[in-house]
Nanobody, 124 residues
């Protein structure tokens, strides 16, 4: 089965940086686009960043443009989220996600898979 394991979260001061990692297994990672979501207390889960299977195209929520960078290393089956100039409103649990847009071994069409999340707290 698909497994996604996030790491790298923690406590950081406003203006600081963190890099999140998501280690993927159980499917052919290089075939699929990857996404980072976040969910703050009392708010809906929101899409933060998106990257195509090759890494050639990325998109971001307006709230993080210019500050966050999503990247991937298909040889390591890992997707990253570099977060710079962090603000208190970035405080949330960050989740790695894959949507199986088509079926291959380990990834059934129409299925979403999520990691357990890694918490990020931005506070002075």
């Amino acid at each position: 089965q698909v497994q996604l394991v996030e790491s790298g979260g923690g406590l950081v001061q406003p203006g600081g940086s963190l890099r999140l990692s998501c280690a993927a297994s159980g499917f052919t990672f290089r075939y699929y686009a990857m996404r980072w979501f976040r969910q703050a207390p009392g708010k809906e889960r929101e899409l933060v960043a998106f990257i195509t299977s090759s890494g050639g195209t990325t998109t971001y929520a307006d709230s993080v443009k210019g500050r966050f960078t999503i990247s991937r290393d298909n040889a390591k089956n890992t997707v990253y989220l570099q977060m710079n100039s962090l603000k208190p409103e970035d405080t949330a649990v960050y989740y790695c996600n894959v949507f199986c847009s088509y079926s291959t071994t380990g990834c059934d069409s129409g299925m979403n898979y999520w990691g357990k999340g890694t918490p990020v707290t931005v506070s002075s």
